[in-house]
Nanobody
Framework: QVQLVESGGGLVQPGGSLRLSCAASGSIFSITAMGWYRQGPGLQRDLVARIRGESSPSYADSAKGRFTISRDNAKNTVYLQMNSLKPEDTAVYYC???????????????WGQGTQVTVSS
């Protein structure tokens, strides 16, 4: 079993910052990729940022220049630093990870429970 536990959401004023964290635990042999998605009210779940292996991170256009994704491999943790937040960033943010449970096993997709980010004055 694998668990992804998110933290760091909350209420922030426009222009403010938040840092989300997501820690993976359980039967982890290797983590192929980790990322963040978000889902606003009545909208689909969309990619915000993703980091895969040693490749450069990828970002949604809406996140470029404002958000930074990083990863601590020793802690199996991914972070999302969000600056210059806007009301349209309001959403539930979900952590995603592709994790293999053993040698030769294909990675499976795992999701966190979601953390609410509200940007409002």
């Amino acid at each position: 079993q694998v668990q992804l536990v998110e933290s760091g959401g909350g209420l922030v004023q426009p222009g403010g910052s938040l840092r989300l964290s997501c820690a993976a635990s359980g039967s982890i042999f290797s983590i192929t990729a980790m990322g963040w998605y978000r889902q606003g009210p009545g909208l689909q779940r969309d990619l915000v940022a993703r980091i895969r292996g040693e490749s450069s991170p990828s970002y949604a256009d809406s996140a470029k220049g404002r958000f930074t994704i990083s990863r601590d491999n020793a802690k199996n943790t991914v972070y999302l630093q969000m600056n210059s937040l806007k009301p349209e960033d309001t959403a539930v943010y979900y952590c995603n990870a592709q994790i293999s449970g053993g040698w030769g096993r294909l990675p499976s997709d795992y999701w966190g429970q979601g953390t609410q980010v509200t940007v409002s004055s």
